[in-house]
């Protein structure tokens, strides 16, 4: 499959024990999809009254308590990195959660290929990478292609929720969806369901801002 060249992760070692991968294996068969056609997500949340994807789950703290907390919704987990993939499916097993599955992909790709318009009632964007420098900002994932990409895969009334702890990024953000017809919304206070990430802790540690936005689908 044709990877873009203007990836929007980072690229990391993801070297593991034989403890490890035998732990990741057995997490998978329980937590994991691999995808090979268009996803029936009703298959994998039979009983969910709301279906959610978080793409960019990271080391997976924030995403393992909110799945925990909100049994009656199914998430997707969409995340590139291995050892985050592990650590989220580890969490999610402590605490017997059966609402979640993890794809192992770049979303871009995930949601060209295997997600079915209509799919999600709302999107997670939790702290994308930043991107700050002047030459990687084409990698910033929040861009119109990418609503374009998101939005037919939303449901009517539905809306994606970002977080970001990068000011620059946060104008940034305001300013690709205002241009865009496709999204209307705009800050709001800090949820409650969402707990602070190490990310999100290591960017308050530095006197970061957190902005949270919520836009809707149009
Ligand atoms: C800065 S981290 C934040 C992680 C987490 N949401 C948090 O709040 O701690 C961004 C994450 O998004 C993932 N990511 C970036 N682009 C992605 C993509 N196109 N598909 C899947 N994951 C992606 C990265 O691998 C990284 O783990």
């Known amino acids: 499959m044709e990877r873009p060249d203007n990836?929007?992760?980072?690229?990391?070692g993801a070297r593991a024990t034989p403890a490890q991968?035998?732990?990741y294996a057995a997490l998978w068969e329980k937590y994991g999809i691999n995808p090979t056609g268009p996803i029936n997500l009703s298959e994998f949340f039979p009983t969910?009254?709301?279906v959610i994807l978080e793409i960019g789950t990271g080391m997976g703290e924030a995403t393992?308590?909110?799945v925990r907390a909100d049994p009656d919704t199914g998430y997707l987990a969409i995340e590139v990195h291995k050892p985050g993939?592990?650590?989220?499916?580890n969490m999610?097993?402590?605490?017997?959660?059966?609402?979640l599955r993890i794809i192992e992909e770049d979303a871009h790709l995930v949601l060209q290929h295997w997600i079915l318009d209509n799919s999600f009632d709302a999107i997670h964007l939790f702290f994308p990478d930043p991107w700050p420098k002047t030459k990687h900002k084409k990698r910033r994932i929040v861009q119109e292609p990418f609503l374009q990409l998101i939005a037919p895969k939303i449901k009517a009334g539905g809306y994606i929720h970002i977080a970001t702890d990068w000011v620059e990024y946060a104008e940034w953000i305001s300013e690709v969806?205002?241009?865009?017809?496709?999204f209307d919304g705009g800050v709001i206070d800090r949820p409650e369901f969402r707990p602070i990430s190490k990310f999100e802790g290591q960017g308050l540690r530095k006197g970061h801002t957190v902005t949270d936005f919520r836009f809707f689908k149009n």
């Open 7 to 12: 990836r929007s992760y980072k690229l990391r």
């Open 21 to 23: 991968e035998a732990a």
């Open 48 to 50: 969910s009254k709301r």
């Open 64 to 66: 393992a308590e909110i």
């Open 85 to 89: 993939v592990g650590a989220l499916m």
């Open 92 to 99: 999610a097993n402590k605490s017997g959660s059966t609402n």
């Open 177 to 182: 969806v205002k241009n865009s017809p496709l």
